[in-house]
């Protein structure tokens, strides 16, 4: 269906949800200067379209589409709208995607089972050579790898690992030159950790969320010179994705609204909002993208394994599957999404 928008007296024409759990890439131009937006669908099919990456030339978009009985990887030219579609496997899962500053290179999480290997493709003229992929880190047990970021030279991604799915998130350094890993960070021990990492336009310094308690989020930045952490702000609820709009700028979105912070000001502004919820804001040289549509809403829930009981405690938007590690009363807390 079709949805008016109207901001600031500009109507803003943007292609709405008609399926549950559908998303669609969002193009926003440049409208920090100017507060008038111009918004256009770049994908508009049946199924889950969330995790997305473009190319700093704005020509190659790559995401995956999620049906209820297949799964594909999807390369498309936004010129021209010719597509590669790869049909995945049963129970194969890709993700966390980045391309290099020059779009040659796709790094990307394969997740099978309870374990999730990092590769990286080559891309030409908008196709993902997928049978030439290069296996960069070890596909250990329990061991699982999300939010890659490249470093401007391409020889190194930031991403996020764990090694269970209930221990918090550190923020790591893979050296592509040396095949040599190191931890960022170290978050606390109560929440889902430290996610999220994205490299300044400048190359000097990390921006990363840290999860608490899976209820609220802060914002950190890491000096890749100095060393220093330093806290910029905290927000009331989960964050899933920020991207520097530039060297002053963190956009980030909750719910249907989209939000700046500006670190000269240490303010947050609400730039932009919508009528469905919006995901994975993704900044491109003035270019903001994003995900947006509706999930089923998410409840953070306890379960006692001794009697099973389910309580629920909060209801969220933010799509997590992860429990926690079994806590002293033999309970753990999820995520569930109902089907109401």
């Known amino acids: 269906m079709n949805t008016i928008f109207s901001l600031k007296n500009t109507t803003l024409p943007i292609l709405g949800s008609l399926l549950i759990s559908a998303f669609f890439i969002t193009d926003v131009y440049s409208f920090l200067s100017s507060k008038k937006l111009s918004l256009s669908a770049l994908s508009y099919e049946k199924g889950i379209e969330y995790d997305f990456e473009v190319s700093r030339d704005k020509q190659t978009l790559i995401y995956t589409n999620e049906q209820k009985e297949n799964s594909y990887l999807i390369s498309k030219n936004i010129t021209t709208g ?21 779009g040659n290179q796709l790094a990307f999480i394969e997740q099978k089972d309870d374990s999730s290997c990092l590769y990286i ?41 764990g090694k ?3 221990d918090p998130y550190t923020i790591s350094k893979h050296d592509l030159t040396t095949g040599l890993e190191r931890n960022l960070t170290s978050p606390p021990t109560t929440g889902r950790g430290d996610y999220a990492p994205t490299l300044s336009p400048d190359g000097r ?11 609220r989020s802060s914002i950190w930045t890491l000096d890749l010179v100095s060393g220093e952490t330093l806290k910029l702000f905290e927000f009331p609820n989960v964050i899933d994705k920020i991207s520097w709009h530039n060297d002053e700028m963190i956009i980030f979105t909750h719910s249907n609204k ?9 303010e947050i502004e609400n730039i932009y909002e919508a009528e469905s919820p919006l995901y994975m804001p993704n900044s491109v040289d003035g270019t903001i993208y994003l995900s947006a549509g ?19 405690k909060e209801q969220s938007d933010y799509l997590e599957h992860t429990p926690t590690r079994i806590l002293d009363d033999q309970s753990y807390y999820f995520f569930k999404q109902p089907f109401s």
Request: charged fraction near 25%; proline fraction near 1%.
């Open 164 to 166: 269970n799915i209930s």
């Open 294 to 312: 509706s999930l089923f809403s998410s409840y953070l829930s306890k379960i006692k394994l001794d009697t099973l009981d389910v309580v629920k």
């Open 205 to 215: 310094k990390v921006a990363f969320v840290r999860d608490i308690f899976w209820e």
């Open 258 to 266: 989209l939000l700046s912070y500006s670190t000269v000001d240490d």
């Open 82 to 102: 010719e597509k590669q579609v790869i049909k995945l496997e049963p129970g194969l899962v890709i993700s966390s995607f980045a391309l290099s500053m020059d």
């Open 121 to 161: 493709a080559r891309v030409s003229d908008s196709k993902i050579q997928l049978q030439d992929k290069k296996l960069i880190t070890t596909c250990d047990k329990n061991s699982f790898l999300f939010s890659l970021e490249f470093s401007h030279s391409a020889d190194a991604i930031f991403y996020a690992k």
